[in-house]
């Protein structure tokens, strides 16, 4: 029961956490919201705001997404990994979806590097490699008709080769959490540009 307690308070708290997004929390201290004309990530704030803006938004939704494996490490060491996918999940949909902002929020990238980064640092590296591959070869292909954001399409493609890699590096169970929020909310950005 006790492990049951430890899980649900590490994925509330992770939710909580996620739903501070760094973006909506910048623009609004100039007195504005991002979300009206981009999404409230690193990228949408680069577009909006400049470089400087971009890396402190960046940087802080990557230590929000570190700080909530940390926190499934402290308080649910003994139901790992199911903890640190739990916290995953959580402060990955919590960006997606903030409660605080109208469950409106980001792609979810950012803080998912900061748990992978706590989790599994290899797995990570791999990944975004990958990734980042697949960036201009998307660009010069498919964006002008789809119309989403690269970081988001290469993400998602991404995933089936990140898991593979998980698999022999770790952080599977985190992988596939962060991932199942970002491709949520993939689906969901690619439907509302849809309608």
Known sequence: MRAVVSLAVVFVLSYLLGSLVAGVLYSRGR????????????????????????????????????????????????????????????????????VWFGFRGGGGIAPFLGAMLVVAPWTLLATVTFALALIPLYRATLQPRLRLNAIPFATVVAVPVGLLIASRLGGGAEFLAGSAAMGIRAVHLLAEQRA
Do not use: M, N
């Open 31 to 98: 007195g504005e919201d991002i979300r009206g004309r981009d999404l409230p990530g690193g990228s949408g704030t680069y577009r909006q705001y400049g470089k400087g803006a971009a890396a402190a938004v960046t940087l802080a939704d990557i230590l929000k997404g570190a700080a909530a494996v940390g926190l499934a490490l402290w308080l649910a060491p003994q139901a790992l990994p199911l903890a640190t996918a739990l916290a995953t999940f959580g402060v990955v949909f919590g960006h997606c979806y903030p």
